[in-house]
């Protein structure tokens, strides 16, 4: 006789299950949803979900649940919809694992296959927070930093091609324009992606769309633009936990655990953290009451968080696949490797800073590596090192242009760089690394990478086309003598397999 399949997670299960050693359960979920989020992915749900669970449990506020928005598929909707939304988060530290099952989230649509209940929810007046991740790629910027007007969807969303916009900007837009219509409520839109002054960025993309726009349409035109600046507010954060892709072995965990399936695991590590600007333009959760940072200025927590732990990670994730490393802490666990990493931080790195008040920047250093040492967590490299053109300009380009501007060469900073451009070489050519380690090129430029990067054989001719895609690297950087040569040199040694 064949046993009876498990049960999978819902309300149901949840409400036979108790707390346990090894998993927590939520004390109760919230009354009705204050929160849409765009970009329901696993990092939303391992981070801002759970403030969001911990804010309302403290304060007894039951007015926060989350709507989710997945914009690329509907396979978050057919995770998370037959289990009530409820999903675990599997916490791995060093030598611990913990089960939580998060019950903020109250319900998850599919963009495209739901575009009016997704305006609906942006214009409806209980919602006071649209937060939104969606990575640095989805924002689809153009090398100004402004809106691409050329991008192939934005183009679509501003003549209005389809029954409803495809690009987050132009989603957002519309959703802006309905919200004034219907009454103009005043909102709040959180950035929670690796940008540098994200809420700036954000806002300015906005109304980069409502200009571009027919007015008259949705999301267009000079009347919506001026509500958005009177009535819309858009604060910068910083957003930090190492929440790596979800495995098989993770939900045959999750299961042991707690004893039903879960088809929406997320895992993440203990660590957590975000800071806010508190710029608000009406209520909110008291995100605080679970350890979020509300500040005035976030600037200089987000250049530590970029250049200290972002550059770091992408640094090692770069050399840590090129040697052959599947994982992070695999990478860093190698002392060279690790050597690097530290003086990435040190010599380079900290010199362009402006410490935030009470962070210990000597202590936040040590904490990377041991983060990135978490061998539970089983980051991979190749993960980290997706999209590289969207993320170098941010966390290692802005640490070589200063240290050059103080008449220093950035040797650690520079071997990031250096490991990416054969990165890219590698896996535009036979795309494996040592071991026969994949070595996937998924990035927006995909096509330019691999067209620049194909049939180099000279380190300097690598060099040299890699330098030429603006978009990257700008003008002025590219054209650094001293800068190119070092680069030169560490691509060589690392073509021939060598750490410079």
């Known amino acids: ?10 309300s149901a299960c949840l409400a036979g299950l108790t707390a346990g050693s090894g998993h927590d359960l939520p004390s109760r ?13 696993a990092f939303h749900r391992a981070h801002q979900a759970v403030f969001t669970e911990d804010a309302a449990a403290v304060s007894g506020d039951d007015r926060w649940g989350i709507t989710g928005v997945t914009l690329r598929s509907a396979s978050v909707v057919e995770q998370l919809e037959p289990q009530d939304c409820l999903f675990t988060v599997l916490q791995r530290g060093p030598r611990t694992v913990r089960a939580r099952v998060v019950g903020s989230v109250l319900g998850v649509l599919f963009a495209r296959d739901a575009t009016e209940a997704v305006l609906g929810r942006i214009s409806d007046p209980s919602v006071h927070v649209v937060t939104i991740t969606v990575t640095e790629k989805g924002y689809r910027r153009a090398v100004d930093g402004g809106l691409d007007l050329d991008d192939p969807v934005v183009r679509s969303d501003l003549r ?3 029954p409803g916009p495809r690009s987050v900007v132009g989603l957002l837009a519309a959703g802006l324009e309905r919200r004034m219509r219907a009454g103009g409520e005043p909102l709040t839109v959180v950035c929670c992606d690796n940008l540098t002054a994200n809420g700036g960025i954000l806002r300015r993309l906005v109304l980069d769309f409502c200009s571009a726009a027919s ?7 000079d009347e919506l633009a001026r509500w958005v600046g ?11 936990r190492i929440v790596p892709a979800t495995t098989d072995d993770d939900r045959g965990t999750v299961l042991e655990l707690l004893g039903v399936r879960d088809a929406g695991v997320v895992v993440a590590e203990p660590f957590r953290q975000w800071v806010i600007e508190d710029s608000f333009a009406g209520p909110r959760p008291s995100w605080e009451l679970a350890g979020a940072l509300f ?6 927590w987000e250049t530590v968080k ?3 732990l972002n550059a770091t990670h992408s640094t090692l994730a770069y050399l840590g696949a090129l040697r052959g490393y599947a994982t992070v802490a695999q990478a860093v666990a190698d002392p060279l490797l690790e050597r690097i990493a530290r003086e990435l931080m040190d010599r380079d790195a900290v010199p362009t800073l402006r410490v935030p008040e009470g962070l210990d920047l000597s202590a936040y250093c040590d904490q990377v590596v041991e983060r990135f040492a978490n061998p539970s967590l089983r980051h991979r490299t190749t993960q980290i090192a997706m999209d590289g053109s969207q993320k170098l300009p941010l966390r290692l380009l802005g640490i070589v242009s200063e240290r050059l501007s103080a008449g220093e060469l950035p040797h650690r900073a520079s071997l990031g760089v250096a490991a990416w451009m054969v990165y890219v070489a590698r896996a535009a050519s036979d795309g494996r690394g040592p071991g ?3 070595l996937p090129l998924q990035d927006p430029l995909r096509e330019r990478l691999a067209a620049a990067a194909s049939g180099c054989s000279a380190p300097e001719v690598l060099v040299e086309r890699m330098l030429g895609i603006r978009e990257v690297f700008g003008a002025e950087l590219a054209e650094t003598a001293g800068w190119r040569n070092l680069l030169t040199a560490q691509v060589t040694a690392l073509l021939t397999g060598r750490l410079p």
Not at 295 to 300: H, Q, S
Request: a positive charge; glycine letters at 16%.
């Open 306 to 308: 970029l250049r200290l």
């Open 295 to 300: 500040v005035d200025d976030v600037a200089a």
């Open 215 to 221: 007015p008259g349409t949705a999301g267009g035109g």
């Open 29 to 41: 979920r919230p009354g009705r949803t204050g929160i849409l989020h765009l970009g329901i992915g």
């Open 160 to 162: 209005r091609d389809r």
């Open 230 to 240: 009177s009535s819309v507010r858009f604060p910068s954060t910083v957003v930090d």
């Open 436 to 438: 026969g380690l994949p």
């Open 1 to 10: 006789m064949n046993a009876r399949p498990l049960p999978r997670l819902d």
